[in-house]
């Protein structure tokens, strides 16, 4: 049994496998979210915090290559591990490629699956919450970078792993223009269309999360990028 509770989305369109799949890995001490298909997973990560993913390969909406892309967009050191009904070289390269941490093949023994996630959980760095605080002020909100948290008058909210890197990159870069394609290639690694449509929608959800405090704006400036409005203090 693990101490707490270590939070794994499971994508897996076959829902017998993944009743039985749930109650396994509840038994052995985990909270497990089942989504029949990757779109619905996709939400499911956007709206909440895993310590893991258990992707199927083959699912209708979105299949899980598509999914993990979308998750590393999301979150990018968060472990992945993909099953599939194909044991094909070109299927786990493609998956490797994609940031995988291992593979497990249809039909499998569970407790084949749990040594697989207990063996990537043992890789996960010991220190990675012994990070150095970065406290911001933003306006009349506090921003904890470390734990990725927003506060105003008492009230936290969470936000993802790529909120929380982009609202820092807008908070070191406040009130100075910020070109689009600067922040794609530095936070992304590249620009282009599928990151720039993802990119609107974070900057979207930054604005509604930071509305409580009218003196501060995410500006948009047409055909350059952002300017990110906090008063001088």
């Known amino acids: 049994m693990f101490k707490g509770k270590f939070k794994i989305l499971l994508a897996e369109d076959d829902l017998n496998l993944g009743v039985l799949l749930v109650d ?17 997973a996709l939400k499911a990560f956007q709206g909440d915090q895993f310590d893991l993913c258990l992707l199927d390969v083959m699912m209708p909406v979105m299949d899980g290559f598509t999914l993990a892309k979308g998750i590393r967009m999301l979150d990018k050191n968060i472990p992945i591990i993909f099953i599939t009904a194909k044991s094909l ?29 207990k063996a990537v959980i043992r890789r996960i760095p010991d220190n990675k919450n012994e990070v ?42 406040r009130n100075n223009v910020i070109k689009r394609e600067e922040l794609l290639k530095d936070l992304w690694g590249e620009n282009d269309y599928f990151f720039g449509r993802s ?34 203090e």
Do not use: H, M
């Not at 930071?210 to 400036?221: H, Q």
């Open 132 to 173: 150095k605080a970065e406290i911001i002020k933003i306006g009349k909100y506090t921003f904890d970078f470390s734990n990725q948290s927003l506060s105003i008058a008492g009230q936290t909210k969470r936000i993802t792993e790529r909120e929380n890197e982009i609202l820092n990159y807008l908070s070191g870069r």
């Open 89 to 117: 070289k070109e299927d786990k390269l493609k998956g490797y490629d994609l940031g995988a941490d291992d593979y497990i093949t249809k039909p499998f023994d569970e407790e084949e699956l749990l040594w697989k996630i």
């Open 24 to 40: 396994y890995l509840q038994t052995e001490g985990f909270e497990v979210n089942l989504c029949k298909n990757g779109d619905l």
């Open 199 to 232: 990119l609107d929608v974070f900057i979207s959800k930054i604005r509604k999360y930071l509305k409580d405090d009218p003196e501060l704006s995410i500006e948009n400036v047409f055909k350059v990028g952002f300017i990110f409005n906090v008063p001088e």
